[in-house]
Every structure is written in structure tokens, then in C-alpha cells.
């Protein structure tokens, strides 16, 4: 990944000198799937003026985990888990292989999320906070002339405890190490500025 990261400024760099004077856009994006699981998102993103094919920012994001991602680890399978991402903070990094917002890519996210868990078998609650280190690939589009872009991803990626507590009662709900998250953005870029 740290590789990635390093080769993306050289032949960037190289064609913004070839075009013309550098811009730098901003861009905002949500994620349908927050809000249709009773959640929200809302995230930031910048296209420096040196990197043409480069696209870094930060996101915050809430929702209601459907029972299929629960249920991705099998110890949580069927056990009556209602668990709530109450609110995910990351920041992203993405190397678009066309131009930003057009085309494939492949990006990287560090992230903490704070979950909050029940179960239909027990009373209360539980809160914890988990690391999140995730890489993704995807593909954007443009189908507008308006610079409206839809982007969908999926991505793979190492989660672990790191503060709570995730054991309601006499039940352990599984966290990590492995997660796979998969989905899309809808987003706006802004008019760009040397």
C-alpha cells in the first residue's frame, strides 16, 4: 500500500506540466446504503493541484449493520445481534488510474468506529471502538454533463478491538480480524483552482 502511495505524485506531477497550470478540486460524497440502513454519511475530498490522479480526504458515517454483516463471521451467526455502527470517522487516500472521479482506482482507508450492540436474547447494551485498516478498488463514472460521479467499491481490510467492551451478558460478539465491506458513492466535485 506505502507503495502505491509513493508512486502516485511522479507521473502525475509529469502530466499536470504537459496540461497546463495545476488545479485543486474538492469534491463531496454520500453513501446511499447509510441511509437506507437508517444511518448517514458525509465525506470530504481533494484533488491536490500536483497530483491529477490522486484524491485524498476524510468521511464520517453511521448505520444500522444489516444481519448479512453480521453474520459474516460465523460466531455471530444467528445469535440475534442488532449492532450499530453509531459513528465512523476515516481518512482516505485513492489513486484513480484514468482521472479522479473517472475510471478504476484502488484506495486505502484507516478509520475508528464506535458500535453499539444488543441482542434479542439479553437487556442492555454494549459500546465499543474498533481500528480499521482497509484497502479497496472500484470504478467511477460520469453519466451526467454535470460533474455529478457514482462510485463503487468494495474492499478488504483488518479490524480490531481497541477500546469497550463486546460481550453483552454471557455473549461474545466476534469482532475481526478480517472484514469486507462493499458499496457506492454518490458525489459532487468542485469547480477546481490553481
Given at each position: ?148 460521479y457514482l462510485k463503487a467499491w468494495a ?7 481497541i477500546a469497550g467492551d463486546d460481550q ?16 457506492f458513492h454518490i458525489g459532487y466535485t ?5
Open positions: 500500500m506505502l507503495l502505491l502511495l509513493l508512486a502516485i505524485p511522479g507521473p502525475s506531477r509529469a502530466q499536470d506540466r504537459m496540461e497546463g497550470s495545476p488545479t485543486t478540486s474538492w469534491s463531496i460524497e454520500v453513501d446511499p446504503a447509510t441511509f437506507a440502513f437508517d444511518g448517514w454519511s458525509a465525506h470530504l475530498r481533494m484533488k491536490p493541484a500536483s497530483c491529477d490522479r490522486l484524491l485524498v480526504g476524510a468521511g464520517v458515517y453511521a448505520m444500522d449493520l444489516p444481519s448479512m454483516m453480521v453474520d459474516l463471521k460465523a460466531d455471530n451467526r444467528d445469535q440475534g445481534w442488532d449492532v450499530r455502527l453509531d459513528l465512523g470517522a476515516g481518512i482516505f487516500a485513492e489513486h484513480h488510474f484514468r482521472e479522479v472521479n473517472r475510471g478504476f482506482l484502488l484506495g486505502a482507508q484507516v478509520g475508528v468506529q464506535r458500535y453499539q450492540l444488543g441482542n434479542d436474547a439479553l437487556p442492555g447494551a454494549a459500546e465499543h471502538t474498533d481500528l480499521l485498516v482497509m484497502g479497496y478498488g472500484g470504478y467511477s463514472i460520469r453519466p451526467f454533463s454535470v460533474p455529478v474492499g478488504l481490510g483488518y479490524t480490531t478491538l453483552l451478558g454471557d455473549l461474545q460478539y466476534t469482532v475481526g480480524p478480517v472484514t469486507a465491506f462493499a458499496t468542485l469547480e477546481g483552482r490553481p
